[in-house]
């Protein structure tokens, strides 16, 4: 499988202003998308990312919060804009498999923030 | 879209027994079903799938088993180490959206020494 760098790993940042997450993947992969974990609950989806085209964002989740870039096969950001306390998550890249099913799905290592 | 109910919620056991974690979906084109493990603070790593062609699948000492009239599948772990310790998640993809999982809500699974 695909190796998934995230970084920054973690960070702990003020209400009210922005982070980039980045996602680099040492294989091309057609599918990536980018999750989100809250404290002590289960994985959520925020968004698929699209190389070369906006991103498909799920209900509850828009562009203006979470804009979400994807210049090339191999990699993309994801933008926690005008923070609040309720954003405090870790957010979790991941890739379909580059096999011929593509439906397995293998994450990054995550981005633990807290917003304080 | 597709919901996936997990059960338990936690689950203790002793080392050696054997531990099942159980799962219903709702949408019937869902046809792919995965199941993850994550230790804390460490990424969901994924330990078996099972696609909807088949009954079962074995994976040394882990299964999983489908049932899709029922809509439900279920991992099964035999002879538990204090490894296997950790938050378990299964997961459905609503028909053919790969990479597209709704998971469960977690069983967090404690193995005794």
């Known amino acids: 499988s695909a190796v998934i760098s995230q970084k920054p790993s973690r960070d702990i940042c003020q209400r009210g202003t922005s982070l980039t997450i980045q996602c680099q993947v040492d294989s091309q992969v057609t599918m990536m998308f980018w999750y989100r974990q809250q404290p002590g609950q289960s994985l959520t989806l925020i968004a698929t990312a699209n190389q070369g085209s906006e991103a498909t964002y799920e209900s509850g989740f828009v562009i203006d919060k979470f804009p979400i870039s994807r210049p090339n096969l191999t990699f993309s950001t994801l933008t926690v804009s005008n923070m609040s306390p309720e954003d405090s998550s870790i957010y979790l890249c991941?890739?379909?498999?580059?096999?011929?099913?593509?439906?397995?799905?293998?994450f990054g290592s995550g981005t633990q923030l807290s917003v304080l | 879209g597709e919901n996936v109910e997990q059960h338990p919620s936690t689950l203790s056991v002793q080392e050696g027994d054997s531990a099942v974690i159980k799962c219903t979906y709702s949408?019937?084109?869902?046809?792919?079903f995965p199941w993850y493990k994550q230790e804390l603070g460490k990424r969901p790593q994924l330990i078996i799938d099972?696609?909807?062609?088949?009954g079962e699948k074995k994976d040394q000492r882990i299964a999983v088993t489908l049932n899709k009239t029922a809509k439900h599948f279920s991992l099964h772990i035999t002879e538990t180490q204090p490894e296997d310790s950790a938050v378990y998640f299964c997961a459905a993809p609503g028909g053919t959206s790969y990479g597209k999982l709704t998971f469960g809500q977690g069983t967090i699974l404690t193995v005794h020494p």
């Open positions: 949408d019937s084109a869902s046809n792919y």
């Open positions: 991941s890739v379909g498999d580059t096999g011929a099913a593509n439906e397995k799905l293998f």
């Open positions: 099972i696609r909807s062609n088949v």
